[in-house]
């Protein structure tokens, strides 16, 4: 992995989380990185979600360091804003830099106090750790429930030279007793200013994170961060920048796929392909549609080529469709040919589909040119075991 | 249970399902009755519900039969729309009248074609069985994963004398090889005329059926219909039936509850009761996302009173509400105040929630009167077990 130049990364294990596990990361650029960030939709938001849009707007989009703790979420506490602030402080006094240059991200427990300075204890730690501390140990820090570290790399040629983008994320459904944020923090040493980062990471984001879905709930504390520090020295084209955004996109779309792959309890990956939508909109509505479906989810876990189930899910999208005109393959395999049940092998069908990727298409014959994608997982009884356990 | 007069019921084995169990019902009214019903909003429809929609536009609203099949959907087939009208016609020869007061209804495997003559070659066995066919064993025939019948009725008192309510449903989930649709007949022998009936049935259904999830997915088959042969006697007052709507309401929601505590693998039933909204809109919408969220239905399937996932799952609903102005309590325990942790015996709420009913109740402080209700169950590794076995 080709990591962007300029970034230093360090954990440590501050006793927030249980097991004995670090659950405190730092990622810090060597000099002041544009940023650009998107945080969760829920209405309900963490300390540390309020806190990093404040600082992005104050700093105008430029950043420092990334402050991260797993095991409490810091979200609906009575101290939670404090705790953000004094916490982001002592990292921001430690560095020498303004407060607003420092954003904050926690993971884990929702409703439980968090003491900061378990934090604020462990940060001359942290720093002693900058020089030794890998960009894998942090990507293996974030984790809750995770059962992998996640994080994906690219390098790309712009005029001149070349620069990098690594990324990591975390995030695994939702396990009982933390709500399993998804969180992802992205590096590159391209140098991109703050301005033009945003509009890049909202439709990088939109076409990766957000055709994610393991559980359909969305967290509290979901955040996703793009950092470019310009440390490759390289500034980029108007050509360069629009390369730069497909490679970010493919750089996210692993990551996220890598987060469904994993989602609890999963046994298998399901990518849904819709195609011959009237638009991109339309398409991502039908393909949010089955890949939330838990009987879809249930079948594919089952190794059960019930199209029939497919073409009910998307009937719930809210799209009009002609049922006549619909299309469906599972694993390459035509199950359903305009809207009746198709001659397929079902003992073949039902081997190909005990893979670990499971691939569904779903195509409206004679529509528009609207497609899109969606990846989750399968809905085995591990989801059900991890999460109806009690709080011990 | 007193019911209603001027019906008769019958059923019957065809061989539609693969285990001996009676198949096909029919229920008659001995004077056409009005009818109103609902049906499925999803998408792809199963040739029944489309020839039902037609068949009560071209009788205004009076049908003498409603003719219903389990173990086949009659849904996405080559001859759908053939089974659907020759099984009605044949119905109609025999009781010498119009087909178009006829209701079909069907129930069970999507995108296998039905055979018309396994229903048309029990007509008179099922004619023959209407003088010792029962309301039980109808409400019987038409389950198809569901452990236990489902029904309701009331006798209230109108101007006059008195007039009954009496329905039945079926549903559970969706169980492979089945699309366990929710199907519902209600029969009054109040005499009330079909275009009075329709508004009355659209908005109990809105508050009993509407508010109503096992999985979240709707069928392309679900049917609610109610008829009103006024065999009492007796017609309405405006204030009667008034209160005919609140006596209807209130069957309707006892035969939803039903299906939430049938629900597949389902140990509990969950009564998520929100207040304090803007408007019953918004409070449904609320009620609705927790209702339906995985990871609440596993906490209480769990017994874990772990309400930082109820306040997540409506903070993904889509309304704004202030996260401090909310109050929360399970099984009529505080816990969560004013959007924060509140203080009880975790033990003893617990032991609580072990119970077969769990009462959820979300109420934003010193917000609106719009309050609203949604029935569910509880989310068990018995669902995965359920959905994910082979078709065989």
Known sequence: MKLP???????????????????????????????????????VQAAPVKLARKHLETSKGMVRAILIN?????????????????TCSALAAKLKVPVSQILPASTGVIGVELDP????????????????????????????????????????????????????????????????????????????????LKPILKRANERSFSRLTVDGDTSTNDTLILLANG??????????????????????EDLARQIARDGEGASKLITVEV?????????????RQIANSPLVKTAVAGADPNWGRIICAAGNA??????????IMMQGVLVCKAGLAAEFSEERLTKELGKKDCRIQFTIRGGGTGSSRFFTCDFTEGYIRINGSYRT
Chains 1, 2 share one sequence.
């Open 275 to 287: 195609a011959g939508a009237k638009n991109e909109k339309d398409a991502t509505k039908i393909a």
């Open 117 to 196: 300075k378990l934090i604020v204890n462990c940060l001359p730690t942290l720093l002693g750790n900058l020089d030794k501390g890998t960009f894998e140990d942090a990507a293996s820090a974030i984790m809750t429930t995770d059962l992998v570290p996640k994080t994906a790399s690219a390098e790309m040629s712009v005029t001149g030279g070349k620069v990098s983008i690594a990324g990591m994320t975390k995030g695994s459904g939702m396990i009982h007793p933390m709500m399993a944020t998804t969180l992802a923090f992205v590096m590159t040493d391209a140098r991109i200013p703050a301005a033009q």
């Open 5 to 43: 130049l300029g970034y230093q990364y360090a954990t440590t294990y501050a006793g927030i989380r249980k097991t004995a596990k670090d659950d405190v990361t730092i990622i810090v650029s060597a000099q002041p990185a544009s940023a650009a960030a998107v945080f969760t939709q829920n209405r």
């Open 70 to 86: 797993a095991g409490n979420a810091n979200c609906a506490t009575r101290t939670g804003d404090k705790v953000a602030v004094a």
């Open 231 to 252: 440390a490759s020295g390289k500034s980029l084209t108007a050509k360069d920048l629009k390369i730069f955004e497909k490679v970010l996109t493919l750089v996210l």
């Open 318 to 327: 809210g799209v009009e469709f002609d049922p006549r005109k619909v299309d």
